[in-house]
Nanobody, 123 residues
Framework: QVQLVESGGGLVQSGGSLRLSCAASEFTLGYYAIGWLRQAPGKEREGVACISTEGITSYDDSVKGRFTISTDKDTNTVFLEMNNLKPEDTAVYYC?????????????????WGQGTQVTVSS
């Protein structure tokens, strides 16, 4: 059974940084690509970044140049480094497994989900 646990969310001022972590159960990162998605209040959940098992990354235009997704396969952890945060980045952030990052924007491509971590950016 795949398990994903997010951490690292919090309250930060506009322009600040946060690093989210997604701790995955053993062998997950060798078998699944991992996406980071977010859901703002009153909005649909959306994919913002994805990393394949080969380490190839994909980013939504809204976060490109500000967010970086990476993995540490020794610790089975996926990170989302978020810089120059904006109030519109406020959301609950989730990590989830998928087979291919080509479909990372589509919720139906994801199989296992973490519980989410809240990120709040104040202006």
């Amino acid at each position: 059974q795949v398990q994903l646990v997010e951490s690292g969310g919090g309250l930060v001022q506009s322009g600040g940084s946060l690093r989210l972590s997604c701790a995955a159960s053993e062998f997950t990162l060798g078998y699944y690509a991992i996406g980071w998605l977010r859901q703002a209040p009153g909005k649909e959940r959306e994919g913002v970044a994805c990393i394949s098992t080969e380490g190839i990354t994909s980013y939504d235009d809204s976060v490109k140049g500000r967010f970086t997704i990476s993995t540490d396969k020794d610790t089975n952890t996926v990170f989302l480094e978020m810089n120059n945060l904006k109030p519109e980045d406020t959301a609950v952030y989730y990590c989830a497994t998928t087979y291919y990052c080509t479909g990372y924007k589509f919720l139906s491509t994801y199989d296992y989900w973490g519980q989410g971590t809240q990120v709040t950016v104040s202006s």
